[in-house]
């Protein structure tokens, strides 16, 4: 079966814009997570949606926002861009909410400049 | 809270030689564990979990860590070493145990040489 799709691959922004990542998950998944990758910080978690409810948010500003459709895609989007968001935001599915075994796509990467 | 140290940012090893990545682990609940592997931009895979039962988890690609409460580690193994092994590799804890929130550690670069 298919993995899971992050569409876009690549995107460059400049510093104010906004983006919006998307995130296919595997058919049947209900429950998504975000995490940003950036060399200094690491693998940082964002946010997890189970059956389009929010029922985790990180640590990041609200800047940072999620959401989830009634089809399990997820998407996330990022205002006023800085300098600092310039990362790999990886998206993973898994079938039920807590501790199973996550499926992480190839991820976005986001440069700002 | 939970937290994951994993000792070393960079292991080196031949060609056939032992593999070892550390992990220790902080957890205010049985933790738990997981080992994920990344190649070049590509995302994460799982190389094996630790949730409760047999403390010596068998994983893929011949990879195997051990739980050991008493130590608080979960160190990442594979007897023999292969060029296509070299990647980058993350241990992580779930933050509690209805939720796929995880704590990863910084990560560990593994070469190999021939």
């Known amino acids: 079966k298919a993995g899971v799709t992050q569409t876009p691959r690549y995107l460059i922004k400049t510093r104010g814009q906004q983006v919006t990542l998307s995130c296919s998950p595997i058919?049947?998944?209900?429950?998504v997570s975000w995490y940003q990758q950036t060399p200094g910080q690491g693998l940082q978690f964002l946010f997890e949606y189970f059956s389009e409810t929010q029922r985790n948010k990180g640590n990041f500003p609200g800047r940072f926002s999620g959401r989830q459709f009634s089809n399990s895609r997820s998407e996330m989007n990022v205002s006023t861009l800085e300098l600092g968001d310039s990362a790999l935001y990886l998206c993973?599915?898994?079938?039920?909410?807590?501790?199973?075994?996550?499926?992480f796509g190839a991820g976005s990467r986001l440069t700002v400049l | 809270a939970q937290s994951v140290t994993q000792l070393g940012s960079h292991v080196s090893v031949s060609e056939g030689a032992l593999v070892l990545l550390r992990c220790n682990y902080s957890?205010?609940?049985?933790?738990?564990l997981f080992w994920y592997v990344q190649y070049p931009n590509q995302g994460l895979q799982l190389l094996l979990k630790y949730t409760t039962g047999a403390t010596l988890v068998k994983g893929i690609n011949g990879f195997e860590a051990e739980f050991k409460k008493s130590e608080t580690s979960f160190h990442l193994t594979k007897p023999s070493a292969h060029m296509s092994d070299a990647a980058e590799y993350f241990c992580a804890v779930s933050a509690t145990h209805n939720t796929d929130k995880l704590i990863f550690g910084t990560g560990t670069r593994l070469q190999v040489f021939p």
């Open positions: 993973a599915s898994s079938g039920l909410s807590g501790a199973n075994v996550l499926t």
């Open positions: 058919s049947g998944h209900r429950s």
């Open positions: 957890s205010s609940v049985p933790p738990y």
